[in-house]
């Protein structure tokens, strides 16, 4: 079986993180809601292992800040 490779998860995470910010979840919680999304889609995603899913939630994490920061400047 071929892996689902850590970018793909890092959209996945993104998505599903703006999802939950537009749903009202406040901004301090969305790291930690990035986490689980991403440890979650190594359970539910059979090609996703767990240290993709937890490598790929970081990377949008910080993929999401450096974006921010550079737009704000």
């Known amino acids: 079986m071929e892996n689902l490779p850590v970018g793909e998860v890092v959209i ?4 599903l993180v703006q999802a939950l910010k537009i749903g009202g979840i ?4 969305l790291p930690l809601c990035g986490l689980v ?9 059979p090609s996703v292992t767990l240290t993709q899913g937890i490598v790929g ?11 921010k920061t550079t737009l704000t400047k």
């Open 12 to 15: 996945i995470v993104l998505g």
């Open 26 to 29: 406040e901004s301090r919680y």
């Open 37 to 45: 999304v991403g440890v979650l889609a190594s359970f539910f995603v």
């Open 57 to 67: 939630a970081i990377g949008a994490m910080g993929l999401y800040s450096g974006v």
